[in-house]
Nanobody, 117 residues
């Protein structure tokens, strides 16, 4: 129901835009988020956006470099990643949760982002 895409190999300092398309149900009232998991590390929060797009949150490690946005007409959420660093290398996952919930109940498959130095 959540399909992530847009990953790839990029040099340090480069940019990528990830997309997460929702299907099968509407996530219009859901908080959407991005998480990542690097090899040997636990999955970590990257960014989230509320249903209207008016409220966003970012991990300190990506503030000022990444931007999360959503297009509710397309049922899609994006993660624009600029000034990429090798430490951004990870599998990136999109997720969704009801606004009133703390548990992320919906997950997409991951998309690999590799940043070379």
């Amino acid at each position: 129901q959540l399909q992530a895409s847009g990953g790839g190999l990029v040099q340090a300092g480069g940019s990528l835009r990830l997309s997460c398309a929702a299907s099968g149900r509407t996530f219009l009232t859901y908080v959407m988020g991005w998480f990542r998991q690097a090899p040997g590390k636990e999955r970590e929060f990257v960014a989230s956006i509320n249903w209207s797009g008016g409220s966003t949150y970012y991990a300190d490690s990506v503030k000022g470099r990444f931007t999360i946005s959503r297009d509710n007409a397309k049922n899609t959420v994006y993660l624009q990643m600029n000034s990429l660093k090798p430490e951004d290398t990870a599998v990136y996952y999109c997720a969704a949760r009801p606004t009133s919930a703390s548990h992320w109940g919906y997950w997409g498959q991951g998309t690999q982002v590799t940043v070379s130095s």
